[in-house]
């Protein structure tokens, strides 16, 4: 089955620890993106990548970081730097390209519910 | 800066109605937007994507609308039954080349309840 796996479902950590979320796919798409929900909270995109070795800050990246050395794998690190990590943490990816790459669909992961007491 | 915004927040109706939600952005550059769902600690289901130079998409009980010139999208349900009940969430995807660094920008969705 393709499709987009984030693991684990539920991450507890103490504060002051940092911690990696895991986001695997296997649509073969090149653009992978991380989105933070609160609740009663639209998404805010925290990083995307368009390509393997690259990737640009989005509108939170403050206290996150990234990597992306494979194009199925984009791995999302919370540092102790974030000051109100608590949350739901959704992974991402679409298409990209030329001539209407915009219009790519973005298929999203099940999601990490992450606690930090 | 693209908004998005959703109306209403929460919405609750006997099952079988037919029922429309909103969704309105500030910017009317856009490539396409995007109607999803998403059950209570899911992740996002896409629905429909309707490209810029669309007008309306469906998707058998479900029809959506696009007016980028006065900067809306309803998403139509039909004949509603207890499983659509969920939150429905819509994204526009604009900003910078289409290429690359364009996103989506979230409403904050409806949350919808269809009563048996």
């Known amino acids: 089955d393709g499709g987009i796996t984030q693991s684990p479902k539920y991450l507890f950590r103490k504060e002051g620890q940092n911690v990696t979320l895991s986001c695997e796919q296997n649509?073969?798409?090149?653009?992978m993106y991380w989105y933070r929900q609160d609740p009663g909270q639209g998404l805010r995109l925290i990083y995307y990548s368009q390509i393997v070795n690259d990737f640009q800050k989005g509108d939170i990246a403050e206290g996150y970081s990234v990597s992306r050395e494979k194009k199925e794998s984009f791995p999302l690190t919370v540092t102790s730097a974030q000051k109100n990590p608590t949350a739901f943490y959704l992974c991402?990816?679409?298409?990209?390209?030329?001539?209407?790459?915009?219009?790519?669909?973005?298929?999203f992961g099940p999601g990490t519910r992450l606690t930090v007491t | 800066k693209q908004e998005v915004t959703q109306i209403p927040a929460a919405l609750s109706v006997p099952e079988g109605e037919n029922l429309v939600l909103n969704c309105s952005f500030t910017?009317?550059?856009?490539?396409?937007l995007q109607w999803f769902r998403q059950d209570p600690g899911k992740g996002l289901t896409s629905l429909l994507l309707i490209q810029s130079s669309q007008r309306e998409q469906t998707s058998g009980r479900l029809n959506a609308s696009l007016d980028k010139s006065s900067g809306r999208s309803t998403l139509y349900i039909a004949a509603s039954q207890p499983g659509d009940s969920a939150t429905y969430l819509c994204a526009v995807k604009s900003g910078g080349p289409e290429t690359s660094g364009s996103r989506l920008t979230f409403g904050e969705g409806t949350q919808l309840t269809v009563n048996p």
């Open positions: 910017d009317s550059a856009i490539y396409n």
């Open positions: 991402a990816s679409s298409r990209t390209g030329t001539g209407g790459a915009g219009s790519y669909e973005q298929y």
């Open positions: 649509l073969n798409h090149d653009a």
